[in-house]
């Protein structure tokens, strides 16, 4: 059965917190589609990054994992903001790639404000991992994880890394989430089954 909890900011949690200021961060590993600022810029516009002024200049880095394997994700948070993190895997298309967390929301003078999100439990394809590193202070060091890789086969995949921002003001390009993504090319293991939860890949005729 799937279970949503919410991610939830009391008022005393928020009342201890940092005016309110734009979160950014830096997908560190694995290697960007687009270039990167020290700050993780252009982040804004979803599935993948960019803002609508700025869409991003490619990196064309594509990094080679065998399905089953670990792969390891490391962010930093250059700019501090409560929330949670989001691991998704598209195959085929980015339009594969889930919508971005449900907003709680409060009415301000200037535009909405943020004050939770819901967390799908367990995950399910394309979601890989959800609710990661939740934090209402601001971190001290890099967050990281290892995700085990579906066993598929897909020659440029994308993996996408997003924020979803507590305490934040409506932006037009991202809502309330920030995105990251990384190609993949992913070569299943031929001694385990195949993930059959994610859709075949499609080849050119």
Same mark, same amino acid.
């Given at each position: ?9 009391? &008022? ?8 309110? *200021? ?9 290697? $960007?589609?687009?270039? $990167? ?14 803002? &609508? *002024? ?11 994992? $065998? ?22 895997? *598209? ?24 004050? &939770? ?45 997003? $924020? ?42």
């Amino acid at each position: 059965m799937r279970i949503i909890h919410q991610l939830l900011l009391g &008022s005393a949690a928020l009342s201890l917190m940092a005016p309110y *200021a734009s979160a950014h961060f830096r997908l560190v590993e694995p290697e $960007q589609w687009i270039e $990167q600022a020290p700050n993780g810029d252009p982040q804004k516009a979803a599935p993948c990054g960019g803002t &609508s *002024a700025d869409p991003g200049k490619p990196t064309n880095k594509v990094t080679r994992v $065998q399905g089953g394997d670990k792969l390891h994700i490391k962010v930093l948070e250059t700019v501090y903001h409560p929330g949670f993190y989001r691991i998704a895997l *598209a195959v085929n298309s980015r339009s594969e790639l889930p919508k971005d967390p449900v907003a709680k929301t409060e009415s301000r003078p200037a535009r909405p404000w943020s004050m &939770s999100a819901s967390i799908e439990y367990p995950p399910m394809p394309p979601i890989i991992a959800n609710g990661l590193w939740p934090h209402v202070t601001k971190p001290e060091k890099e967050f990281e994880t290892d995700i085990e890789v579906p066993n598929i086969n897909c020659a440029k995949c994308t993996l996408q890394i997003i $924020q979803f921002m507590a305490n934040h003001a409506l932006n037009k390009d991202g809502e309330y989430s920030y995105h990251h993504c990384a190609d993949l090319n992913i070569r299943a293991n031929p001694y385990k089954p195949l993930d059959t939860r994610y859709p075949a890949e499609k080849t050119n005729p």
